[in-house]
């Protein structure tokens, strides 16, 4: 339909906050261990989906649909 707002599903995501960095990392690896068979992600691509945030010490990810 014309003029229809097309709306996008937002993605999935989880925040892990440490007090460092190396904390944060982690706590996603964690994540990761503790839930890899539902994932269906290796750890690379796990981590490619990543991103560190400006605070540094909170990485989330961004999961794929």
Do not use: E
Not at 10 to 37: E, H, I
Not at 46 to 59: A, N, V, W
């Amino acid at each position: 339909m014309s003029g229809t707002p097309q709306h996008q599903v937002p993605t999935p995501t989880v925040k892990f906050k440490g007090r460092t960095r190396a904390d944060s990392k982690r706590r996603a690896l964690n994540y990761w261990y503790q839930n890899r068979d539902t994932l269906r992600l290796d750890l690379r691509t796990f981590f490619d989906q990543c991103r560190l945030q400006p605070d540094d010490s909170t990485i989330v990810f961004y999961a794929t649909q």
